[in-house]
């Protein structure tokens, strides 16, 4: 017992630092999607929803610091964890039809609900590329509600489902040696 | 001290140990600025007595003079430029961009001019400005505070307040990993690279490169996840006495404590006065 919880500790700080790089090497490739959430899916599927939604919230209070918009969705990044916990234990991340269609699961939480906190805190305008779509969406006759849901249920999900399958590449990838030292590493081994 | 001389004058011959600089370490060590000394928790204090009090205040007016007391703060401290920097490249960012979506497309009925599809409105430039500043005012108060406290000067704070020693190592080790792990994909990258996986081109060929580079980190990143967990181990991590520190804060003087009271007081009062 002692022994799973040593080493989710010392994941944690990795599925943090994953958050970042992954958003930082999109970046650099110069591709329209976040993927800021590899290491929060994968740290919650591999030890269970609250380390999951742990590396979430540390993952957004730190990009805050730069960019402190990202504070109000935090709700999302906990979601995130304790989701993908959940369907790990579920078996859902062990074929990969099963994991896109979950993809869609996240992408409707992640659109669905950031648009509920963007109407409620910032008017229905977020500062972002989604900001912009919403606007237009708003001239052509949408109302400001409608366009924001819209606009971001489409990038999420544009964003959602590589994340998801780039998770489930990487779980089947992880040396068994260390699948049986994490709290639901046993799911993932083939028996 | 006296202690050390006589250890100086003995070793004159031999190997010279520089006994001063050892025992700097039984004392906290302060950097000069009176500022930049106070504990983190009062600067958290500061900072968020600062935010209240530009939501609370319903005025542009207010969020702008804030803006400006950042800078003054900041200048305080010694890191004006640094601050600078990263907060007027963040406010115009933010601030324009939030400024711009609601002049431009919240309905209203004075209509100052339109051009295109884009309708300026009186109602929608009042809102810009009021939500705009708002926002880079709060914005400043984290940036602010990240450039002002060293994080294992909170972490220590923390620890002081009765948080578990592993809560600050993970806050610790992510802020390092963060870097380790950067430098780690810029070197798979490069060595990708010279296998000859192609990173520029079309999007598709972007993609296909995509997880080539995270591949190998993140297995890596896990693999050594485990051999640094039997590391701290060995390091006596995980034993359920306290630990003992070997760079500590400096006891809280007098006056900061007054400081501390004076700010919290007279927030309380300008909230009082604000809703009567």
């Known amino acids: ?191 | 001290m006296s202690v050390s001389r006589l250890h100086l004058i003995q070793m004159e011959g031999e190997l010279y140990m520089d006994y001063e600089y050892v025992f700097s370490f039984n004392k906290p060590q302060l950097t000069g600025n009176w500022f930049l000394d106070l504990n983190p928790l009062t600067k958290l204090n500061l900072v968020i007595a600062i935010a209240i009090f530009s939501i609370i205040s319903k005025s542009w007016q207010v969020s702008v003079c804030i803006i400006i007391l950042y800078f003054l703060i900041a200048a305080i401290a010694g890191k004006f430029y640094s601050f600078a920097k990263i907060y007027i490249k963040l406010g115009l960012l933010i601030g324009s961009l939030l400024f711009i979506m609601r002049a431009m497309f919240i309905p209203g009925k004075n209509t100052l001019f339109s051009f295109l599809v884009f309708n300026i409105t009186q109602e929608g430039v009042n809102q810009g400005v009021w939500f705009s500043t708002l926002v880079v005012s709060l914005c400043g108060s984290l940036v602010l505070y990240s450039k002002v406290t060293r994080a294992k000067d909170l972490m220590f704070a923390l620890e002081k307040l009765g948080a578990p020693h592993s809560a600050t190592y993970i806050i610790l080790s992510s802020l390092q990993s963060i870097i380790d792990l950067g430098e780690r994909a810029k070197l798979i990258m490069d060595s990708q690279k010279a296998r000859g996986i192609e990173t520029e081109g079309t999007i598709f060929q972007r993609v296909k490169a995509f997880m080539p580079i995270m591949g190998p980190l993140l297995l890596g990143a896990i693999s050594s996840t485990e051999e640094k967990a039997i590391a701290m181990d060995a390091r006596a991590f995980s034993s359920p006495t306290k630990n003992t520190h070997m760079s500590e804060l400096r006891q809280f003087p007098l006056w900061e404590k007054m400081m501390v009271l004076l700010i919290n007081i007279s927030l309380i009062l300008f909230i009082i006065w604000r809703l009567i």
């Open chain 1, 1 to 191: 017992m002692k022994n799973n919880f040593k080493l989710t500790m010392f994941l944690i700080p990795i599925g943090i630092a994953v958050n970042f790089i992954g958003g930082q090497i999109v970046l650099l490739l110069k591709l329209p999607i976040y993927l800021d959430s590899i290491g929060t899916i994968v740290v919650g599927a591999l030890c269970g929803g609250i380390p999951g939604a742990l590396v979430g919230v540390i993952t957004n209070v730190t990009i805050s610091v730069t960019n402190p918009t990202t504070l109000a969705y935090i709700w999302l990044n906990i979601l995130f964890g304790l989701l993908a916990g959940f369907l790990a234990r579920r078996g859902v991340f062990k074929s990969l039809w099963k994991t896109i269609v979950a993809s869609i699961g996240f992408a409707a939480i992640g659109g669905g609900l950031g648009a509920t906190i963007t109407v409620l805190m910032f008017g229905g305008l977020g500062a972002g590329t989604t900001g912009m779509i919403t606007g237009m969406l708003m001239k052509v006759g949408f109302s400001v509600q409608a366009g924001a849901y819209i606009s971001e249920i489409c990038a999420d999900l544009l964003d959602k489902i590589p994340t998801l399958i780039i998770v489930f590449f990487i779980l089947k990838s992880i040396p068994k040696r260390n699948l049986v030292k994490l709290p639901q590493g046993e799911l993932f081994i083939d028996k």
